[in-house]
């Protein structure tokens, strides 16, 4: 039950399109595909923006959007804005009801 | 609106255990996996274990397998977590967390406030 690998920080301008990686292994991303992607503002409990690797449930901005390739899953925020500032973490189901988080990404916006 | 209201969370000593309680309101409860996530002071989330809608799957991570053990009450609407054997490291804020699935999908959809576990001596 390795964390999966996220880079440790990524930032953009405002309007500027960012995308954070999430690299895990054929037992977890790669075979099962089931990723979802959370938010957190200091303070605050997670929110889901992502779930099943690429949709979106509802209330959630179109700006964000999620695509895997092998045991990697992506997350993009497009048309950066100044509350995309926060923590990002991918999760992914690996296997007998267990689930793996990512190391998590800090989303700086200039 | 989906509400998960964590409590049992305070200080407690090494080797000592502890029992955390979700209470949960605005869904349908016995129809949804749970889950129990925690974070550490200023570190990331870490999956720390699952139970699916009928109490017939539970998954532990690794880190804590054999020590704490998860539970339901469906007939009450709530989610438990024996912890039993705590080390330092187990210091953290757990959430609590509701599975859009009754077995499990790709993640919790919806969180609790957290309760705060702190163990030291």
């Known amino acids: 039950q390795s964390a999966l690998t996220q880079p440790a920080s990524v930032s953009g301008s405002p309007g500027q399109s960012i995308t954070i990686s999430c690299t895990g292994a054929?037992?977890?991303?790669?075979?099962?595909?089931?990723v979802s992607w959370y938010q957190q503002h200091p303070g605050k409990a997670p929110k889901l923006i992502i779930y099943e690797a690429s949709k979106r449930p509802s209330g959630v901005s179109h700006r964000f959007s999620g695509s895997k390739s092998g045991n990697t899953a992506s997350l993009t925020i497009s048309g950066l804005q100044a509350d995309d500032g926060a923590d990002y973490y991918c999760c992914s189901f690996a296997g007998s009801g267990s689930f793996v988080f990512g190391t998590g990404t800090e989303v700086t916006v200039l | 609106e989906v509400q998960l209201v964590e409590s049992g969370g305070g200080l407690v000593q090494p080797g000592r255990s502890l029992r955390l309680s979700c209470a949960a309101s605005g869904f349908t409860f016995d129809d949804f996996a749970m889950h129990w996530v925690r974070q550490a002071p200023g570190k990331g989330l870490e999956w720390v274990s699952g139970i699916s809608w009928n109490s017939a799957t539970v998954a532990y991570a690794d880190s804590v397998k054999g020590r704490f053990t998860i539970s339901r009450d469906n007939a009450k609407n709530s989610l438990y977590l024996q912890m039993s054997s705590l080390r330092t490291e187990d210091t953290a804020l757990y959430y609590c967390?509701?599975?859009?699935?009754?077995?499990?999908?790709?993640?919790?959809?919806?969180w609790g406030q957290g309760t705060l576990v702190t163990v030291s001596s």
């Open positions: 967390a509701k599975d859009p699935q009754p077995m499990y999908s790709s993640g919790p959809d919806y």
């Open positions: 054929w037992s977890d991303v790669g075979r099962f595909g089931l």
